[in-house]
């Protein structure tokens, strides 16, 4: 709140050297050169795919189990989303299922890290296809020692309210590929261009950036509280019918979502839990598959099934956790 007064009090708040500063340093944590900072995680998709050259004709891939922004990003370039399936273990992109739906036209390949385990990167890098990478769930997390983020053509991370790392709104587009950032920095101003061309109001002002500064100072003891909610939710869910996050693998897991597998239905378990003073509910409100009308995608069809979202947050007291385990234990165990 002192970082966000102070900007608030300069009088100075729109985009400038707070903005700038935060974009150093968020390219510093991804080992990466200064980002671009816009005004959400699907802005930055939007800029990312315009800056890879995608437009109407060409085909995106991206995974039916996850949140309705990569479709929206897809549609404003023109091209057309084609969907693939997820692994209902990981909840992340097959990579053999993407190979399937591979065609002349595929320009790229939209992977989520969903809830904060990064997905097979080695897989998909396999295949050829440049990669954006969707760190809004996984910003901190790595993969084969490396950040997330760092792996593909560009790179997009989310700072809405309920993600690790918050201005309340606001995003990030990155790449390793200087150009590509310098030709969508251009782009996300509209005005006061000697030669136009279509643009857009994408900015992010200076005190949310100082917001996500102090954020980006707190990251590791945030990240460190919800791995240890975690663990202790392993140890105490055990032996229950469930099934639990993965992890390993060279993969590190950093909990935006504590996201278990019931054998039920798991809109069921959640009414039930909140009964018992206990929200917990699907993590995705609908396939992308359903949306769209498809069929063929039973990975994610289990996902939204089975999969259910418990309370993870750095926040979460001591009192609420254990509210959190013994309501689950009596619902399911």
Known sequence: MRAVARVVASGALAQGAEVAGFEAEV???LGLPPGLAVSSGTAALHLALLGLGIGPGDEVILPSYVCVAPLHAVQYV????RLADVDPATYNL?????RRRLTRRTRAVIVPHQFGLPADLEGLLALGIPLIEDCAQAFG???RGRPVGAFGSASIVSFYATKLLTTGEGGMLLSRDPRLVARMRDRREYDERRQHRMRFNYKLTDFQAALGRSQLRRLPAMLSRRAAIAARYRRQWADLPI???PSGAGRSHVYHRFVIGVPTAATAASRRLAGLGVTARPPVFRPLHLTLGLDGFPGAAHAFRHGLSVPVYPALTPREETLVTRALQRVLG
């Open 27 to 29: 390219g510093e944590c």
């Open 78 to 81: 023109g091209a057309t989303a």
């Open 94 to 98: 097959d990579p053999a299922d993407v």
């Open 141 to 143: 997390a790595r993969y």
């Open 243 to 245: 099934t639990l996050p």
